[in-house]
Protein backbone atom coordinates (compact mmCIF):
# COMPACT_ATOMS: atom_id res chain seq x y z
CA UNK A 1 0.00 0.00 0.00
CA UNK A 2 1.31 3.48 -0.99
CA UNK A 3 -0.34 6.89 -0.06
CA UNK A 4 -2.23 8.08 -2.61
CA UNK A 5 -3.69 11.62 -3.74
CA UNK A 6 -6.85 11.18 -6.06
CA UNK A 7 -8.08 14.39 -7.36
CA UNK A 8 -11.85 15.53 -7.04
CA UNK A 9 -11.73 17.06 -10.32
CA UNK A 10 -10.76 13.75 -12.25
CA UNK A 11 -14.04 11.98 -11.46
CA UNK A 12 -15.64 11.45 -14.65
CA UNK A 13 -18.41 13.97 -16.00
CA UNK A 14 -21.28 10.87 -15.10
CA UNK A 15 -20.12 10.64 -11.59
CA UNK A 16 -20.26 14.15 -11.45
CA UNK A 17 -23.42 15.10 -13.03
CA UNK A 18 -26.56 15.93 -12.51
CA UNK A 19 -28.53 13.06 -13.32
CA UNK A 20 -25.71 10.59 -11.10
CA UNK A 21 -26.88 13.35 -8.07
CA UNK A 22 -31.01 13.17 -8.57
CA UNK A 23 -30.09 8.97 -8.85
CA UNK A 24 -28.67 9.47 -5.77
CA UNK A 25 -31.07 10.98 -4.07
CA UNK A 26 -33.70 8.80 -5.30
CA UNK A 27 -31.50 6.40 -3.92
CA UNK A 28 -31.57 7.76 -0.23
CA UNK A 29 -35.13 9.19 -0.06
CA UNK A 30 -36.15 5.47 -0.91
CA UNK A 31 -33.44 3.44 1.16
CA UNK A 32 -33.87 1.25 -2.27
CA UNK A 33 -30.26 -0.67 -2.81
CA UNK A 34 -31.51 -1.79 -5.35
CA UNK A 35 -31.41 1.08 -7.47
CA UNK A 36 -27.69 1.01 -7.38
CA UNK A 37 -26.23 0.73 -10.63
CA UNK A 38 -22.84 -0.08 -11.79
CA UNK A 39 -23.63 1.40 -15.17
CA UNK A 40 -23.22 4.22 -12.97
CA UNK A 41 -20.22 3.86 -10.52
CA UNK A 42 -18.27 1.67 -13.78
CA UNK A 43 -19.15 4.28 -16.81
CA UNK A 44 -18.59 1.31 -19.17
CA UNK A 45 -17.61 1.88 -22.76
CA UNK A 46 -16.94 -0.52 -25.62
CA UNK A 47 -13.94 -0.83 -27.88
CA UNK A 48 -12.34 -2.44 -30.22
CA UNK A 49 -10.34 -4.29 -27.47
CA UNK A 50 -13.39 -5.07 -25.65
CA UNK A 51 -15.21 -3.26 -22.61
CA UNK A 52 -14.03 -0.98 -20.37
CA UNK A 53 -14.96 1.40 -17.30
CA UNK A 54 -14.38 5.30 -17.72
CA UNK A 55 -14.39 4.81 -13.85
CA UNK A 56 -11.64 2.42 -13.89
CA UNK A 57 -9.59 4.16 -16.23
CA UNK A 58 -9.07 7.12 -14.12
CA UNK A 59 -8.44 5.11 -10.88
CA UNK A 60 -5.46 3.37 -12.85
CA UNK A 61 -4.11 6.49 -13.95
CA UNK A 62 -4.26 7.38 -9.80
CA UNK A 63 -3.22 4.23 -8.59
CA UNK A 64 -0.62 3.91 -11.42
CA UNK A 65 -2.72 0.37 -12.85
CA UNK A 66 -2.12 -1.01 -9.30
CA UNK A 67 -4.12 -2.78 -6.88
CA UNK A 68 -4.58 0.00 -3.91
CA UNK A 69 -3.50 -2.57 -1.24
CA UNK A 70 -1.24 -5.41 -2.23
CA UNK A 71 0.38 -2.55 -4.64
CA UNK A 72 0.78 -5.41 -7.85
CA UNK A 73 -0.14 -4.33 -11.10
CA UNK A 74 -3.69 -6.02 -12.15
CA UNK A 75 -7.07 -5.46 -13.90
CA UNK A 76 -8.35 -4.01 -10.62
CA UNK A 77 -12.16 -4.09 -9.60
CA UNK A 78 -13.75 -0.87 -8.79
CA UNK A 79 -13.85 -1.86 -4.50
CA UNK A 80 -16.13 0.02 -2.31
CA UNK A 81 -14.62 1.12 0.82
CA UNK A 82 -16.89 1.31 2.92
CA UNK A 83 -19.53 -1.61 1.76
CA UNK A 84 -22.53 -0.28 0.25
CA UNK A 85 -24.79 -2.66 0.85
CA UNK A 86 -24.44 -4.29 4.37
CA UNK A 87 -21.27 -4.27 7.01
CA UNK A 88 -20.09 -8.10 8.13
CA UNK A 89 -19.51 -6.57 11.93
CA UNK A 90 -23.03 -4.73 11.94
CA UNK A 91 -25.94 -6.78 11.10
CA UNK A 92 -27.91 -3.80 12.06
CA UNK A 93 -25.97 -1.56 9.55
CA UNK A 94 -27.44 -0.88 6.34
CA UNK A 95 -24.41 -0.22 4.36
CA UNK A 96 -22.86 2.79 3.04
CA UNK A 97 -25.56 3.36 0.05
CA UNK A 98 -25.22 7.02 0.18
CA UNK A 99 -21.60 6.73 -0.59
CA UNK A 100 -21.85 4.54 -3.86
CA UNK A 101 -20.99 6.86 -6.23
CA UNK A 102 -18.69 9.44 -4.26
CA UNK A 103 -15.46 9.30 -5.73
CA UNK A 104 -13.24 9.06 -2.52
CA UNK A 105 -15.53 6.15 -1.88
CA UNK A 106 -14.34 4.30 -4.86
CA UNK A 107 -10.36 2.75 -5.04
CA UNK A 108 -8.83 -0.12 -7.10
CA UNK A 109 -8.48 -3.69 -5.89
CA UNK A 110 -7.40 -6.82 -7.40
CA UNK A 111 -9.98 -9.91 -7.12
CA UNK A 112 -7.88 -11.39 -4.61
CA UNK A 113 -7.84 -8.47 -1.96
CA UNK A 114 -11.39 -7.63 -2.43
CA UNK A 115 -13.31 -10.50 -3.17
CA UNK A 116 -11.81 -14.17 -3.41
CA UNK A 117 -11.50 -14.15 0.58
CA UNK A 118 -10.82 -10.79 0.96
CA UNK A 119 -12.71 -7.84 1.76
CA UNK A 120 -15.86 -8.87 0.59
CA UNK A 121 -18.46 -6.30 3.35
CA UNK A 122 -15.77 -6.61 5.86
CA UNK A 123 -15.53 -2.84 7.62
CA UNK A 124 -14.67 -2.71 11.35
CA UNK A 125 -14.69 0.37 13.03
CA UNK A 126 -12.54 1.94 16.26
CA UNK A 127 -14.80 5.47 16.48
CA UNK A 128 -18.41 6.05 16.21
CA UNK A 129 -20.42 4.30 12.97
CA UNK A 130 -22.07 6.48 10.60
CA UNK A 131 -25.53 4.63 10.37
CA UNK A 132 -27.25 7.58 8.12
CA UNK A 133 -26.61 10.04 5.28
CA UNK A 134 -25.24 13.58 5.82
CA UNK A 135 -28.47 15.41 5.26
CA UNK A 136 -29.35 19.20 4.72
CA UNK A 137 -32.13 20.80 5.71
CA UNK A 138 -33.78 21.05 2.52
CA UNK A 139 -33.87 17.02 1.98
CA UNK A 140 -30.92 17.23 0.03
CA UNK A 141 -27.49 15.59 0.38
CA UNK A 142 -24.45 17.17 1.69
CA UNK A 143 -21.51 15.82 -0.66
CA UNK A 144 -18.75 17.49 0.82
CA UNK A 145 -19.46 14.97 4.56
CA UNK A 146 -19.42 12.12 2.10
CA UNK A 147 -15.46 12.37 1.57
CA UNK A 148 -13.69 9.87 3.20
CA UNK A 149 -11.06 12.29 4.12
CA UNK A 150 -14.02 14.67 6.44
CA UNK A 151 -15.77 14.37 9.43
CA UNK A 152 -18.05 12.13 10.52
CA UNK A 153 -16.39 9.41 8.32
CA UNK A 154 -13.13 9.88 9.00
CA UNK A 155 -14.05 9.91 13.33
CA UNK A 156 -14.96 6.12 12.61
CA UNK A 157 -11.51 5.18 12.51
CA UNK A 158 -12.03 2.17 9.82
CA UNK A 159 -9.75 -0.78 10.70
CA UNK A 160 -8.97 -1.17 6.95
CA UNK A 161 -6.79 2.34 5.86
CA UNK A 162 -7.80 3.98 3.35
CA UNK A 163 -4.74 4.50 0.87
CA UNK A 164 -5.64 8.14 0.17
CA UNK A 165 -5.90 8.99 4.20
CA UNK A 166 -3.46 6.94 5.80
CA UNK A 167 0.47 6.75 5.19
CA UNK A 168 1.34 3.32 5.60
CA UNK A 169 4.98 4.63 7.42
CA UNK A 170 2.85 5.51 10.44
CA UNK A 171 1.25 1.27 10.24
CA UNK A 172 3.38 -0.80 8.38
CA UNK A 173 7.40 -2.30 8.36
CA UNK A 174 8.43 -5.56 7.20
CA UNK A 175 10.22 -8.26 7.93
CA UNK A 176 10.98 -11.81 5.69
CA UNK A 177 9.26 -14.97 6.30
CA UNK A 178 10.24 -17.01 8.98
CA UNK A 179 9.57 -20.09 6.96
CA UNK A 180 11.79 -18.72 3.95
CA UNK A 181 8.23 -17.87 1.69
CA UNK A 182 9.11 -13.96 0.59
CA UNK A 183 8.95 -10.74 2.53
CA UNK A 184 5.72 -10.19 4.66
CA UNK A 185 4.34 -6.61 5.81
CA UNK A 186 3.45 -6.34 9.43
CA UNK A 187 1.75 -3.48 11.62
CA UNK A 188 3.33 -1.73 13.81
CA UNK A 189 0.55 1.11 15.19
CA UNK A 190 -0.86 0.58 18.60
CA UNK A 191 -4.16 0.32 17.57
CA UNK A 192 -4.12 -2.54 14.97
CA UNK A 193 -5.20 -0.77 11.80
CA UNK A 194 -2.00 -1.81 10.28
CA UNK A 195 -2.78 -5.40 11.22
CA UNK A 196 -6.52 -5.45 10.88
CA UNK A 197 -5.62 -4.23 7.15
CA UNK A 198 -3.47 -6.81 6.70
CA UNK A 199 -5.89 -9.12 7.94
CA UNK A 200 -8.89 -8.16 5.96
CA UNK A 201 -7.19 -8.01 2.58
CA UNK A 202 -4.86 -11.00 3.16
CA UNK A 203 -1.87 -9.14 2.19
CA UNK A 204 0.61 -12.03 3.37
CA UNK A 205 -0.67 -14.85 1.08
CA UNK A 206 1.76 -16.96 -0.50
CA UNK A 207 1.63 -15.15 -3.95
CA UNK A 208 2.01 -11.51 -2.50
CA UNK A 209 4.80 -12.47 -0.08
CA UNK A 210 6.59 -14.22 -3.38
CA UNK A 211 6.05 -11.21 -5.70
CA UNK A 212 7.76 -8.73 -3.14
CA UNK A 213 10.90 -10.63 -3.61
CA UNK A 214 10.79 -11.03 -7.12
CA UNK A 215 9.86 -7.64 -7.91
CA UNK A 216 11.89 -5.73 -5.67
CA UNK A 217 15.21 -7.66 -4.84
CA UNK A 218 15.93 -10.21 -7.35
CA UNK A 219 17.40 -7.50 -9.69
CA UNK A 220 19.67 -5.72 -7.35
CA UNK A 221 20.68 -9.62 -6.14
CA UNK A 222 21.12 -10.51 -9.59
CA UNK A 223 23.34 -7.21 -10.35
CA UNK A 224 25.55 -7.73 -7.19
CA UNK A 225 26.24 -11.54 -7.87
CA UNK A 226 27.33 -10.74 -11.31
CA UNK A 227 29.45 -8.28 -10.49
CA UNK A 228 31.17 -9.63 -7.63
CA UNK A 229 31.72 -12.96 -10.42
CA UNK A 230 33.41 -10.37 -12.61
CA UNK A 231 35.52 -8.96 -9.90
CA UNK A 232 37.17 -12.93 -9.24
CA UNK A 233 37.29 -13.28 -12.70
CA UNK A 234 39.13 -10.21 -13.42
CA UNK A 235 36.16 -8.54 -15.83
CA UNK A 236 36.35 -5.30 -13.77
CA UNK A 237 39.26 -3.17 -11.78
CA UNK A 238 38.35 -2.66 -8.01
CA UNK A 239 37.49 1.13 -9.05
CA UNK A 240 35.06 -0.17 -12.05
CA UNK A 241 33.92 -2.54 -9.32
CA UNK A 242 33.36 0.44 -6.77
CA UNK A 243 31.51 2.08 -9.68
CA UNK A 244 29.31 -0.39 -10.31
CA UNK A 245 27.86 -1.20 -6.86
CA UNK A 246 27.18 2.28 -6.67
CA UNK A 247 25.59 2.61 -9.64
CA UNK A 248 23.47 -0.84 -8.26
CA UNK A 249 22.63 0.84 -5.20
CA UNK A 250 21.80 4.42 -6.65
CA UNK A 251 19.46 2.68 -8.75
CA UNK A 252 17.73 0.58 -5.89
CA UNK A 253 17.29 3.80 -4.61
CA UNK A 254 15.94 5.39 -7.46
CA UNK A 255 13.27 2.86 -8.13
CA UNK A 256 12.04 3.43 -4.82
CA UNK A 257 10.88 7.06 -5.77
CA UNK A 258 8.74 5.78 -9.04
CA UNK A 259 5.22 5.34 -7.72
CA UNK A 260 4.60 3.58 -11.25
CA UNK A 261 6.45 0.05 -9.80
CA UNK A 262 5.11 -2.43 -7.99
CA UNK A 263 5.36 -2.44 -4.09
CA UNK A 264 6.39 1.25 -3.87
CA UNK A 265 6.47 1.57 0.24
CA UNK A 266 8.27 -1.72 0.41
CA UNK A 267 10.97 0.06 -2.01
CA UNK A 268 10.95 3.11 -0.03
CA UNK A 269 11.28 1.39 3.17
CA UNK A 270 14.41 -0.46 2.38
CA UNK A 271 16.77 2.55 1.33
CA UNK A 272 15.22 4.48 4.32
CA UNK A 273 17.78 3.01 6.84
CA UNK A 274 21.13 0.87 6.50
CA UNK A 275 18.84 -1.09 9.57
CA UNK A 276 16.34 -1.94 6.95
CA UNK A 277 18.36 -2.62 4.05
CA UNK A 278 20.24 -4.91 5.87
CA UNK A 279 17.59 -7.07 7.55
CA UNK A 280 15.49 -7.14 4.26
CA UNK A 281 18.25 -7.40 1.66
CA UNK A 282 21.25 -8.71 2.79
CA UNK A 283 19.97 -12.10 3.31
CA UNK A 284 19.02 -12.55 -0.20
CA UNK A 285 22.61 -12.23 -0.92
CA UNK A 286 25.80 -14.61 -0.95
CA UNK A 287 27.02 -14.57 2.50
CA UNK A 288 30.38 -13.32 0.91
CA UNK A 289 28.97 -10.17 -0.70
CA UNK A 290 26.93 -9.43 2.43
CA UNK A 291 29.77 -7.08 4.03
CA UNK A 292 31.13 -5.37 1.21
CA UNK A 293 27.80 -4.50 -0.33
CA UNK A 294 26.62 -3.36 3.47
CA UNK A 295 29.71 -0.82 3.35
CA UNK A 296 29.14 0.79 -0.50
CA UNK A 297 25.37 1.17 0.86
CA UNK A 298 26.25 2.61 4.39
CA UNK A 299 28.74 5.24 2.34
CA UNK A 300 26.60 6.01 -0.25
CA UNK A 301 23.45 6.78 2.13
CA UNK A 302 25.36 8.33 4.85
Known amino acids: MRFVTKRDEDKTARLASEETYQALLGIIRTQNKGLITDSIYRDGYNTPDGKRSRVEDKLAISYKYKCAYCERLCKADIEHYRPKKGVEEEPTHPGYYWLCYEWSNLIPSCITCNREGGKHNKFPVLGPRVFT ?11 TLCKSTLAPLLDERPCLLHPEVDKPEDYFTFELDPKGEGIRIT ?116
Open 187 to 302: GIDVDGRGESTIQICLLNRLEVKLDRVERVIDDFKDSVHCLFAQLENGEVSNEQFADRMTHSITLLRQRSQEDDRTHTYLRKYIVASVANFQAIVLPFLEPKTRNITLRAFQSLIG
Open 133 to 143: PPLLADGNINL
